[in-house]
Nanobody, 115 residues
Framework: QVQIVESGGGLVQPGGSLRLSCVIS????????LGWYRQTPGKQRQLVAS???????DYVDSVKGRFTVTRDNYKNTMYLQMTSLKPEDTAVYYC?????????WGQGTQVTVSS
């Protein structure tokens, strides 16, 4: 079955950096599109960054220039490098993988940006 394991979240001071990882097993990883979403209490889950199976990336405006999404098709892993973190980046971050036929979510990892 499909397994998604996220890691790398934690508490960081404003201006700091974190790298999130998402390891996915049970799918033909290289053909799937991937994305990082985030959610705060009472708000809808928001797409933060995506990378498709052709390595094209896209970002929400609020993280452009600060976040970088990459994927390693040999390790079945997606990464989100986050720099210059702000308190408003505080959220639960979720890994998503999808194709034309299906979609899967990770369990989420908490990122807290606070002094």
């Amino acid at each position: 079955q499909v397994q998604i394991v996220e890691s790398g979240g934690g508490l960081v001071q404003p201006g700091g950096s974190l790298r999130l990882s998402c390891v996915i097993s049970g799918i033909a990883f290289r053909i799937y599109h991937l994305g990082w979403y985030r959610q705060t209490p009472g708000k809808q889950r928001q797409l933060v960054a995506s990378i498709n199976n052709g390595l094209a990336t896209d970002y929400v405006d609020s993280v452009k220039g600060r976040f970088t999404v990459t994927r390693d098709n040999y390790k079945n892993t997606m990464y989100l490098q986050m720099t210059s973190l702000k308190p408003e980046d505080t959220a639960v971050y979720y890994c998503n993988t999808n194709s034309a036929n299906d979609a899967y979510w990770g369990q989420g990892t908490q990122v807290t940006v606070s002094s």
